[in-house]
């Protein structure tokens, strides 16, 4: 906003003139968006119960045996502050994440392409070694033009990993990069990642094929190349709006999408960490007896390579 202060004295003998020229001074004042809390996730995982389950090996390092999630906070000003901490809800044990004990801790500046983007990385491993099982939630705190707003998280229900209980789930994880418009948080140049587990089912391949031909001048057709692209169903069971709303709004805008299944009945244990593009939406089923919503989305190879080319 410009303010304008005109000053409108008349002039006078034999006084000092603080604008003897009647000019015009400009001052500036900032105006900032402060951030509402919505819906707290808790009451909606009572309301439609619903548990948000991660898991961890306490006997491996493995990538699919150990899960991880992301918080961030892209500052306004730079007098702005965003803390985190990880509240344990069965003992009320508090933990600030302002170093690595629990994962990685991203201060300001850490980036150079986003200096005011700050966050957090938990590695749910090291909070399996360092406090055990249990229920979690994450608390980001700002304060912005001297107002303290403070945002919870899903509730982690924090489990040792195991086959059994991993099946019938799903993880996405995804690197993010660019800025986003409508939140205004820039990622361009950070390889943010983050991964997200829900109940539900990738796979069922679906194999296209592309063939280019030519015929000769006896009518036979020669095959110049074949190309074999797939198509593969991602299919979630009934989850809460904040679960839905951070797949559709956030995971499928990652510059890099990988998808991880444990379903003990999948046709295909290959899926570990598969690379994939988002291809389309086939429909979200809304229930009419519950708040919970099935997203149902098609994903294609994120790389087109298995191909074949011949040369006459």
């Known amino acids: 906003m410009e303010i304008v202060h005109i000053d409108d004295l008349p002039f006078e003998c034999n006084q000092i003139d603080d604008c003897p020229y009647k000019e ?8 900032v968006n402060i951030p509402t809390p919505g819906e707290n996730p808790d009451e909606v995982f009572k309301e439609c119960c619903y548990n948000h389950y991660v898991f961890a090996d306490a006997n491996s390092n493995e990538n699919f045996k150990n899960d991880y999630s992301a918080f961030y906070h892209q500052r306004q000003l730079s007098t702005e502050t965003a803390t985190y901490k990880l509240v344990h809800l069965e003992t009320g044990d508090e933990y600030n994440l302002n170093n690595d004990t629990f994962g990685t801790f991203f201060p300001f500046n ?15 491993k090291r909070v399996l070694s360092q406090i055990g099982e ?15 707003v403070e945002f919870p998280s899903l509730v982690f ?10 099946n019938r789930t799903i993880r996405m994880d995804v690197i993010m990069n660019g ?10 140049g950070t390889a943010w990642k983050h ?11 679906e194999a296209q094929f592309e063939e280019d031909n030519i015929i000769a001048r006896t009518f036979e057709k020669r095959q110049i190349s074949m ?21 559709i709004d956030f995971m499928i805008f990652g510059n890099d999408i990988f998808m991880n299944d444990y379903n003990l009945n999948n046709h295909s244990y290959n899926f570990v960490r598969f690379g994939v593009k988002f291809a389309s939406n086939d429909g979200t089923y809304y229930s009419p ?7 149902n989305l098609v994903f294609n190879d994120k790389f087109e390579n298995n191909l074949k080319r011949n040369y006459y």
Not at 24 to 31: D, K, M, P
Not at 134 to 148: L, M
Not at 227 to 247: A, G, S
Request: proline residues 4%; hydrophobic residues 35%.
């Open 195 to 205: 991964s997200i587990r829900v109940p539900g089912f990738f796979g069922r391949r």
């Open 24 to 31: 015009r001074t400009l001052s500036y004042a900032v105006g």
């Open 227 to 247: 190309k074999q692209t797939n198509e593969f169903k991602f299919q979630t069971n009934l989850i809460p709006d904040c679960v839905t709303d951070e797949i």
């Open 157 to 166: 229900t924090l489990r040792q990993y195991s086959t059994r209980k991993a």
């Open 110 to 124: 850490s980036f150079p392409t986003n200096p005011n983007l700050n966050g957090y990385l938990i590695q749910w």
């Open 179 to 188: 800025r986003l418009e409508k939140s205004g948080v820039n990622f361009t």
């Open 289 to 295: 007896n519950t708040r919970k919503a099935q997203l």
């Open 134 to 148: 249990g229920n979690f939630q994450v608390f980001k705190s700002i304060v912005v033009a001297g107002i303290t």
